[in-house]
């Protein structure tokens, strides 16, 4: 993938890294997540440094989302899991 992301367009990379963060976080295996978390690791180092204003723009706020989303689901759970011993 390396080779390939240095050879595409800015629209291109974009496109590449929306598919692989939704495989990311679609992926119901660990292995598809590794595969996926992979993949955008490559995306992010080997871009072209037209491309690197992707990472504000469509990297950054989707992992701030998915972070968040997160956070919320383990403190619903921690908070249900308290009040299940009342």
């Known amino acids: 993938m390396g080779p390939l992301v240095k050879k595409i367009s ?3 990379t974009s496109s590449l890294m929306e598919q692989v963060l939704e495989s990311l976080f679609s992926a119901e295996k660990p292995n598809e997540r ?3 978390s992979y993949a955008l690791k490559t995306i992010v180092r080997e ?3 037209q491309s690197t ?4 723009t469509k990297l950054v706020p989707v992992l701030i ?3 968040s989303n997160t956070v ?3 403190l619903h759970s921690l908070i249900s899991f308290s009040f299940s011993f009342k």
């Open 10 to 12: 800015v629209n291109q």
């Open 72 to 74: 919320s689901r383990f």
């Open 34 to 36: 590794d595969s996926a």
């Open 53 to 56: 204003s992707l990472l504000t």
């Open 47 to 49: 871009m072209l440094p």
């Open 65 to 67: 989302k998915e972070l």
